[in-house]
């Protein structure tokens, strides 16, 4: 399927997930070359259903689309025989299972981890959960926004007393995202050791492993950080403005940047203790309102470039429509064009990492569309030489 290569050609992922979390994953294996086959039940992916919007005759789902291209698409009732002969016959040829099932679905369905070694021993199982495989709460289902609450996310954005979700489901993309940096981690180690293994990732762990000098600030610190809304908690001047007409970003991470900052709007660095960047913390509620009345005299776009010019980290708060249109999104490969068989030539986001002698985004120089459901179920069946009889 991929003549042209990739880092992963020639990586066969079987790919039993849905929603979001292991969709992710998959897509991130199928940008870098590998083949992925994905087996749906007849009534497909669940996010094949999440809308609006939805596009074209037969309501595609624009959310399916975002997580599922150069993928192919077998459907199959894996509690048949049918469905297990054809689970079986992957298996066998398959370098890697991703499964994003609640703990011990794929034990019922007759796919333990054993019986999955015994048919392929090089086989690498990737298993997403919500809150992990074991421990007390781990048969609890994974839900974005839950895993937001629990894993603390919510705490930590929007204001203070009003806790606010991420505006993508954050806690599944990152546990997509770790699942297939653990799938390549243990694709590496098979080179050495000729054996697959189990990778398992959650959305709990991958929320709390971001937590970063969040986490720190509690477990070192003893502080319980809370929300601060568009201001940085540690670092000031750095967060949202506002100006004369639209508010801009202003970062300033070191006393240099600020005394940069001072020059520009004529604020004085050392007035009222503002010399250190502890001072300014401490002090930022006042600080930003002094910097607001400057920055409030003019457009975004006049301080823009002042900014700009004396090199103070700065820039705008961009809408969707703005940033798939800019120069500098389009020159960085992040949009590619597929054409989808009922929906003509479609942009989705694109991949996210360029190699030094690919031009274009991802491990291949063009991507196929988001499948539709079975459309690969006698081509797939044909190559492992099944059919839906036998």
């Not at 809308?51 to 009732?77: M, Q, W």
């Not at 050791?193 to 709990?204: A, D, H, K, M, P």
């Not at 403005?241 to 970062?251: K, Y």
């Not at 776009?301 to 798939?324: C, F």
């Amino acid at each position: 399927m991929n003549d042209d290569g990739g880092p992963l050609d020639g990586v066969l992922v079987v790919d039993l997930s849905r929603a979001l979390a292991g969709p992710q994953a998959t897509m991130m294996l199928a940008d870098l070359g590998a083949r992925v086959i994905k087996v749906e039940s007849s009534a497909g992916d669940d996010s094949r259903h999440w809308g609006p919007p939805f596009v074209g005759e037969d309501r595609t789902s624009t959310y399916f689309l975002s997580c599922n291209r150069n993928k192919e698409s077998v459907t199959a009732d894996l509690k048949s025989d049918e469905g297990r002969r054809l689970l079986e016959a992957l298996v066998r040829r398959a370098d890697v299972l991703v499964e994003n099932f609640r703990p011990g679905v794929l034990d019922r369905l007759g796919f333990p981890v054993d019986t999955l070694q015994e048919l392929n021993p090089r086989l690498i199982v990737c298993s997403l959960t919500g809150f992990g495989h074991d421990g007390p709460e781990g048969q609890r289902p994974g839900y974005d926004q839950i895993a937001q609450g629990e894993a603390g996310l919510m705490s930590l954005t929007g204001e203070d007393g009003h806790p606010t979700k991420v505006g993508v489901p954050i806690g599944d993309l990152l546990a997509g995202m770790n699942a297939a940096y653990g799938v390549v981690s243990a694709l590496y180690e098979r080179e050495r050791t000729g054996r697959g293994r189990v990778v398992r990732t959650s959305l709990l762990a991958s929320i709390v492993g971001i937590h970063a000098f969040q986490g720190t600030r509690y477990t070192v610190g003893a502080v319980v950080p809370r929300g601060e809304g568009n201001h940085h908690p540690s670092i000031s001047p750095y967060g949202l403005f506002e100006t004369a007409d639209a508010p801009v970003q202003i970062a300033c991470g070191n006393d240099d940047l600020w005394r940069r900052l001072c020059d520009v709007t004529g604020l004085k660095a050392d007035a009222r203790s503002y010399a250190t960047n502890a001072d300014r913390v401490a002090d930022r509620d006042q600080l930003t309102a002094e910097l607001e009345t400057v920055l409030r005299t003019a457009s975004a776009e006049h301080w823009l470039k002042l900014l700009a010019d004396a090199g103070v980290p700065a820039g705008r708060v961009r809408t969707l429509d703005e940033v798939y249109a800019w120069d500098q999104t389009r020159s960085q490969g992040l949009v590619v064009e597929v054409d989808h068989p009922r929906l003509g030539p479609l942009e989705l986001p694109g991949p996210v990492l360029r190699f030094d002698d690919r031009p274009y985004a991802g491990g291949r120089p063009s991507h196929t569309h988001p499948p539709l459901l079975g459309e690969h179920d006698e081509s797939v069946r044909a190559w492992l030489d099944i059919s839906e009889t036998s």
